[in-house]
């Protein structure tokens, strides 16, 4: 508890009054009562159990697996791999591409005709090149793909978060 100790003469035998406000039992009852609560919060979590209906959605199937062309700098010469086989003929690269995605996507190779062909140009293909090898050649690439009916193309970079 806080007291004035001395402001000067008062009354004789009296205490002189003060009109300031005595802040700490202020600050015991502030912390009495934030430990109250510290302690109550955890115990006002819900422990009620509810029966949930089961869920109607098929559980999603693993994504196929993506096709790739790898481009590597041998000096100075670009070497193309489509997935992990190497394309011989760099003017060819589209149509690999074309025979390795039903390979890679096990829907699209069941499918017959024209849908195969749609489901075969409308896939994603990723383009991953060295980091010494020349842009002329990422452009090749994508060019060759094009030539093939291929329009979806990502280029894959390292990420080095």
């Known amino acids: 508890m806080g007291a004035k100790v001395s402001s000067g003469p008062a009354k004789r035998g009296g205490h002189a009054t003060t009109s300031d406000p005595n802040v700490i039992p202020f600050v015991d009852v502030m912390l009495v009562l934030l430990i109250i609560f510290m302690?109550?919060?955890?115990i006002a979590t819900v422990d009620v159990n509810v029966?949930?209906?089961?869920s109607k959605v098929i559980p999603s199937k693993r994504p196929p697996k993506q096709t790739y062309i790898s481009i590597q700098d041998r000096n100075g010469v670009a070497v193309y791999y489509v997935g992990n086989?190497?394309?011989a003929d760099p003017s060819q690269l589209g149509k690999e591409v074309y025979k390795e995605v039903p390979r890679n996507n096990k829907e699209t190779a069941r499918k017959t005709g024209e849908e195969r062909d749609v489901?075969?140009?409308?896939?994603?293909i990723y383009i991953r090149g060295d980091g010494t090898t020349p842009y002329r050649n990422v452009v090749?690439?994508?060019?060759?793909i094009q030539d093939e009916g291929f329009f979806k193309v990502a280029l894959v970079g390292l990420d080095k978060r």
């Open 119 to 124: 489901a075969i140009i409308t896939e994603r």
């Open 51 to 54: 029966d949930l209906p089961n």
């Open 140 to 144: 090749y690439a994508m060019n060759r």
């Open 85 to 87: 086989e190497r394309v």
């Open 39 to 42: 302690v109550a919060a955890p």
